[in-house]
């Protein structure tokens, strides 16, 4: 199995940006397509992005798109989530999540592997 973990939150003004890590330990990511979720308080884990086992397909949220970016490196093992223009809304607990599907789902449930988040603030 797969370990990951997220890194980068913190607390960051409206229109602020931040950019999320998610470091994978004990398999290659090349072979899963990769995703980044979110869960406010009292709300349910949402899809944020999702990036294919290349890097070559992303797919966004209609909330995110046009300010957040998803990338890997799969020679690093990485996989990031650039966040521009964040919003109050945007305030969640951000998640990595890693599908041996192949297949770009937006439902959390068809992910196998989850870190254990990380928190973004956004102040107003």
């Known amino acids: 199995q797969v370990q990951l973990v997220e890194s980068g939150g913190g607390l960051v003004q409206a229109g602020g940006s931040l950019r999320l890590s998610c470091a994978a330990s004990g398999r290659t990511i090349e072979i899963y397509s990769m995703g980044w979720f979110r869960q406010g308080p009292g709300k349910e884990r949402e899809f944020v992005a999702l990036?294919?086992?290349?890097?070559?397909?992303?797919d966004y949220a209609d909330s995110v798109k046009g300010r957040f970016t998803i990338s890997r490196d799969n020679a690093r093992n990485m996989m990031y989530l650039q966040m521009n223009t964040l919003k109050p809304e945007d305030t969640a607990v951000y998640y990595c999540?890693?599908?041996?599907?192949?297949?770009?789902?937006?439902?959390?449930?068809?992910?196998?592997?989850w870190g254990q988040g990380t928190q973004v603030t956004v102040a107003s």
């Open positions: 999540a890693a599908d041996p599907s192949g297949v770009r789902y937006r439902n959390p449930a068809e992910f196998d592997y």
């Open positions: 990036i294919s086992r290349s890097g070559g397909s992303t």
